[in-house]
């Protein structure tokens, strides 16, 4: 009997008319049930008469279909399967969790440690290959890629296909889609998704030289329509709706963005994440809008993460902090530290960050865009703050700075997370020094408890016991626990861009 | 015949009453005229049965003087003297120059790069001594010094002197002042002045054990006006109402503090600079009152200079930046680093930084508070930058991001100068690339000028020609000039904190 394991990919295969335009004049779609649920994912036209129509079982048990078409022979097709348990790895499509984070669909928390490759699907086999080798080594989680190729600085070569079917002389018919380029694309997202990578899809952008900026609004979203159509059913998809939308607003104006907002809405039966990015920090998407899962942001600032957290309300993803590398523009050219200081600031401030690496390349393969292989050094330290917040978080950070009961008295405690930048979890702490370093660290923790204390650095990826005193008094240099909490001093090695990790211990050690 | 430098100091000693209070019972003052123009300075008493008025001659030629007393063997008192041309390194006093800088007398520019040791003046002599020393190495030109002694952590030395007659229960009479304690101190303010250090004095401060802090507003006031007779002759004061004034408003509400900038308003001939410095940024004094003649700032996020120069319209000195060390407070615990790069962050953005220096020591010896030596990093590099300040900033910068004819178009300007940071006056400009690491950058000069490109690494202390090429046209990674001005391509070696300084050339070469 057919099995799909949960959060699989089914898939309903129907032979139809080839002639017309069937990507126009044949509607598809099914319902799915088992008996508790019914989802209707739309199908498409794949070409050479092949119709799908895929489906991604969200609960174990059977399933049934049946379909739905203005074509006869497409109509009325029904079939079964039964959903089993998901293989180890994975987790089913992520979705929001405890306002602020995110979560897999199986209950593991799933905390965003991403990259960026805007155009890596549009670089040929060889490439390509690379690009995922290295995102196997690298422990990136979520990756920003485009739909459609890209024309821009370093960013000239010619895609080896096209969105549309075009004439010998390249004009395109935006009323057909060339499902050789969506099977291509669609392939890289399930390669992704056997890497347990998301893939954060920006479905347009302004980098264009193709006119894929600038189709009419039926062509827009008759568009996206077909890329839920044939994604959705990707358990690892996350929808965006543009790159630095902004840029598009002289011929796509807000309706539109809400229009395809609820689009995705009405159509991906799954409720994938749905997000927009902006350019200009001034003319900020209103991701207040229902329709918005999560706040995608392009900002350099992101000590400004407690504040979108307070105006939104939602999970921040602060995706373009700017990128690590050596390139003319301001937003391409931050160091390594600076890019590891960021994502740490960002991380511990209860944010997530998006890496990019923009280093110049003989042959114009530019991480950010292209893919290839890493070259800098700040992609080695973001995993290994993955790693410490996956050993740790509980589901997310809380800003210090947020929290009633913060590590230093409420006189001190504003004033400290200017400085310091801290997020918690119950009992565990995670605190960077960012540019300061002090060699020694007053706080205050509850009594009656013990607590494990560790040095983080953050750079040389080392985690080491904290040397730490519980103080009888304040020293002179302190300040009372208003509450009569016992003063740890922390001592620490006197160099910045430390962390310090507290977690309450639960083991017998003394 | 009697000679004085200009700017010197002229001093008038009369024997006069012992008995009594003289502090309390005797008016003193002296009128001094050069025919255009008449001063009077106050008298004051020195212990002793002597008398003395002070006065600093602001012009040459010939001055006489007659005094003006309550008690007779004090007033009607003449004399005259010849004010000649000032020594060499005597440039006068300090003024405020061009809305938001600074100069001397003699009209040299004077670029503020100060540091801070509080209480120095409290330490004995030897190890005042050794402060005179490292500030005659040390190339800072400003000192912030506070007149009573520190009460703080790892400020708990008595001092040798107080600054009021005690009984032998340590009890102090507010309306006798200890002439010893002024003495010692107004030395300490003289070899600054022959050191070329501008003394920042701190008139009243909050960490105090001795009642200075809480004395009554008669005593304030009266405090004062000593401080003003004694001092004002000499050319390198500064005043400094406060150290952090708003952790005094519960003894010292608004109205004195404004009542202390009208003492010196009235009392201070020579109009010697007036600032007041606060903890807490929400409360900072209203520095466009007209008492005021520069803001004296406190604040770690220095990028805000641009926003304090239009709030204020003064110059901008931000004194405390925050200190390089390693003590527990985030004000004393930035890296060498960062304090290097906060004093470029200011600097090329039109306004004026304080260094200090926080480092634990086996007996207490931080220099921000007792002097000594310096054990840090970065002073070397803040007297590299005065360097080069002052061989070609002519007058002081004005930020680029206020410039209508900056480097970069305008579309493009205002998001260049939020990362970079960057100051002009004339054919002079200093760009600093912060954490920013480009290998190339991109700028549009006037046509038909010659410019000279310098690389300056900021931590290195090295200035290197840089590799430039005039392009024709634009390259597809930059902007075309709205104006048609040339384009050059500067070569930079794709490290942080980094500097670009341009040049107009004057000369001949090609």
Known sequence: ????????????????????????????????????????????????????????????????????????????????????????????????????HFGYADGTPYYSFGTTCYAWTHQGEELEAQTLATLQQARFNKIRMCVFPKHYPWNHNEPPLYAFERDSAGVHDLTRFNPAFFQHFEQRVGQLCDLGIEADIIIFHPYDRWGYAEMDAESDYRYLRYLVARLAAYRNVWWSLANEYDFLLETKPMEQWDQFFQI??????????????????????????????????????????????????????DDELEYEGNVTYPWGCISAEEETHRFWLIVTNGGYGGHGETYLHPDDILWWSKGGVLHGESWKRIGFLRQIIEDGAAGGLTPEADANNGLFPSRFGHWMWTRFAGGFNGDFHLIYLAEYQPCKVLLWLPPDDAYQFDVIDTWEMTISPAQVRRLDGTPDYGYPSPDGEPTYEIGLPGKPHLALRIRKQTGTAG
Request: glycine letters at 10%; a neutral charge.
């Open 1 to 100: 009997m057919n099995e799909i394991e949960q959060w699989g990919r089914y898939e309903v295969v129907l032979t139809g008319p080839e002639g017309g335009n069937p990507f126009f004049d044949v509607q598809l779609s099914a319902e799915f049930t088992d008996g508790h649920q019914t989802l209707t994912p739309d199908g498409f036209y794949d070409g050479g008469g092949v119709y799908r129509i895929r489906f991604m079982p969200v609960s174990p048990g059977k399933w049934t279909y049946v379909t739905r078409s203005n074509r006869p022979e497409l109509d009325g097709q029904t079939g079964e399967f039964t959903c089993v348990k998901p293989s180890p790895g994975n987790h089913g499509p992520v979705s929001v969790r405890n306002t602020f």
């Open 264 to 317: 995705l809405l009405d159509k991906d039966p799954y409720n994938h994440l749905r997000s927009i990015h902006q350019a200009d920090a001034s003319r900020m998407y209103d991701h207040t809008k229902p329709g918005v899962t999560h706040v995608c942001i392009q900002h350099s600032n992101v000590r400004q993460v407690i504040e979108w957290r307070r105006t939104y309300g939602k999970p921040i993803v």
